[in-house]
């Protein structure tokens, strides 16, 4: 049997690819980015022959993917937690349709927040549309799940969820490989009342996806083994806590009952079977305290459960081998540290010669008249200019909240307003925004930061080039007199406050567009 | 048998491709590996850290567990001190002198080389001047694999297969130039 060392992301893509995957869709989100730069790796080694997208937002792409799926063909779309939110109004409605080619849905979720404004489970959305979801704990896994999602979607004409964690998602090991299997042909789905939600049709679709989903969580409790333990303690884990778990094991006195879940919805019959043999149970999962929660519910059980709800295992951040030996009763390891020297924090913070640092310079001296001010930014390399020495914006929500939010602050008063974006984020989310100031003519500068890259993934491509940039901003009705192109360089300090501070004086909508290629990206390039 | 090593350094040090390099001369030893590393907004010029973690037999966490490494790489020698608590009593740390000063409050470089080298095991190289010695200013991260080579769980060789596969595609003299970083490397520890 080959075997490959792939990161979980990599290892994702494999298997969808050996299962027959025809296309794949998605935005960069850390930790999946590499989910799709894998297909595409793929695609150019030879090794894989499907298609394989950026696309502009991960709505965008997860319609793509019912297309695809409509079309008869097996198809992949993936995510970042966050991004799942983006995806959600395709997400929730694709659980009433009659999926025709296997649609499977990774999102990688980022427990402690490496790259991310929160830390949302994406097993909780999952459950909300109804969708099935697989939890892989391992690299292997990852392959295999995959794979097994494919065949689970075809079958029971479903979406599936392929819910990952940073860790996985980013760590190697090796993974033993099968033989591809062939594409799916096109093929459409014949049935349109199993693809128009329309009132009368959902009704009835929405009952079948309540039905099902039932019938999964019966038909998986086979699949769930309960591990016999020598005392009255059990134990469930999800996910990478597995690996915590087991990392820990050889220290324990007594082996407690085990049970992993893997799968949602999850096995009530096997949760039960094992509460029967304990009594105290401990959870351990990664992300939310999803299983917890539900075991807890709200009337007594007699039992005695611990885990995030309880306080026995951190309820924020990412698990590790070390912080679960607490609820196991473990203490410590022993460590040393650094004890005569207090040691700074080393944060993120732009490379050195970052085109944002010369656009930062210029938009702090534009505003400098200006004591009330309001600069709202968004999510990308950019938002390092919160930080010092920059200290150039004031907020970062969600993809696009910049011009929304520079927009509702001038509505509501205050002024001047600013929004800085970069060119991938405007895209993503920040043209509906734009296009919601032209029609209110509201007053605000958008600065865009145009460095023709999504930079802080790793410097994909933007969905289009930096020459298409103005003319897209020109359509949305803003005055082409007051759309800028400047360039974000030191040299040309000194024009770009001048023009700032002419548009900062007008009012209504302008945008001015900073242009300067990322370093890492030309880096990149070069490298390739 | 079970080998350990935290590698740690600075965004843009190049350490994530250093710990792919030891997992492949491992895995061509025949060895499992497992390992993790940092993407995305941490890569930044912030902290970055790589576990990598070799054994004889299957591993589960992909992370060390604190005070379990029998190594510690480190591209920075304030990044060195700060990973110390994942070091198991008698660990190994071979760490470069070096210092990025991109925070303001660096502090005083005589007092983070003093730290370092009290503790017991460890090798604090000037790991820049033996890579320009050697021809490339660039591979000073070789030349910290060289100088740990003779503790990891596997031959010399294994590192020099694992240098001319991974560099072959960029070209002999990169891959030279790479080999004599790597024998600079352990050859400043004898």
Known sequence: ?528 | MKYDIVLCGVGGQGGISVSVLIAMAAQAEGLEVKQSEVHGMAQRGGEVLAHLRISDSPIASPLIPEGGASLLLAFEPLEALRYLPWLAPGAAIVSAMAPVRNIPDYPDIDLVLRELRSLPGALVLDADSLAREAGNARAANMVLVGAAAHRLPFPFERLEEAIKASFGRKGEAVVAANLKALEAGRRSHA
């Open chain 1, 1 to 528: 049997m080959p075997f490959e060392t792939l990161m979980g992301d990599e290892a994702i893509a494999l298997g969808a690819v050996h299962a027959g995957l025809s296309a794949a869709f998605a935005y960069p989100g850390t930790p999946s980015t590499e989910i799709m730069e894998s297909c595409q790796d793929l695609v150019a080694r030879g090794s894989a022959s499907i298609v394989a997208q950026w696309c502009a937002n991960e709505k965008t792409a997860y319609e793509s993917a019912l297309g695809a799926s409509w079309a008869g063909r097996r198809t992949m779309v993936s995510m970042k937690h966050v991004g799942l939110n983006v995806a959600m109004d395709p997400f929730v409605n694709s659980a009433l349709l009659r999926i025709k080619g296997g649609l499977v849905v990774v999102v990688a979720d980022d427990p402690g927040m490496h790259s991310s404004q929160d830390e949302q489970d994406s097993r909780c959305l999952a459950d909300f549309a109804r969708v099935p979801c697989l939890e892989p704990s391992d690299q292997q896994e990852a392959y295999d799940k995959t794979r097994e999602a494919f065949e689970l979607s075809e079958e029971l004409r479903v979406p599936v969820m392929i819910r990952i964690t940073t860790r996985l998602a980013h760590s190697r090991a090796r993974v033993a490989t099968v033989e591809p299997k062939a594409q799916n042909p096109v093929a459409k789905a014949e049935d349109r009342w199993g693809w128009t939600l329309m009132p009368h049709a959902a009704r009835g679709l929405w009952k079948q996806a309540l039905a099902r989903y039932e019938a999964l969580q019966a038909r998986w409790e086979g699949l769930s083994g309960v591990e016999a333990g020598d005392c009255d303690t059990g134990v469930i884990t999800t996910g990478l806590a597995l690996q915590y778990w087991r990392e820990n094991l050889p220290e324990l006195a007594a082996r407690p009952w085990h049970l992993h879940i893997d799968r949602y919805p999850m096995p009530k019959a096997a949760i039960a079977y094992l509460a029967s043999k304990v009594r105290r149970l401990i959870v351990i999962e990664e992300g939310a305290p999803f299983v917890e929660g539900a075991l807890r519910g709200i009337l007594p059980t007699g039992l005695l459960i611990e885990g995030k709800l309880g306080g026995q295992v951190p309820p924020t951040g990412e698990l590790t081998p070390d912080n679960i030996r607490p609820a196991l009763g473990l203490a410590p390891r022993a460590q040393q540290a650094c004890k005569d020297l207090p040691l700074p924090k080393r944060p993120p913070q732009l490379c050195q010669g970052c085109p944002h640092a010369d656009s930062y310079a210029f938009l702090k001296e534009g505003l400098a008249d200006y004591p009330v001010h309001s600069v709202n930014s968004d999510i990308g390399c950019y938002t390092l200019g919160a930080m010092a020495p920059f200290e150039a914006i004031e907020t970062c929500v969600d993809m696009g909240a910049s011009i929304g939010m520079a927009r509702g602050a001038s509505e509501a008063g205050l002024k001047p307003a600013v929004a800085v974006i970069g060119d991938s984020t405007f895209y993503h989310s920040g043209l509906s925004n734009l296009i919601d100031a032209v029609s209110h003519n509201s007053d605000l500068t958008v600065l865009i930061l145009d460095n023709s890259t999504t930079g802080m993934t790793g410097a994909q491509p933007t969905i289009l080039p930096s020459e298409r940039l103005a003319g897209i901003v020109k359509a949305c009705g803003v005055d082409p007199a007051h759309v800028h192109i400047l360039e974000a360089h030191k040299r040309s300090h000194e024009a770009n406050v001048a023009i700032l501070k002419a548009e900062l004086a007008f009012k209504g909508p302008s945008v001015i567009i900073a242009e300067r290629g990322c370093l890492e990206a030309i880096k990149k390039e070069r490298k390739a």
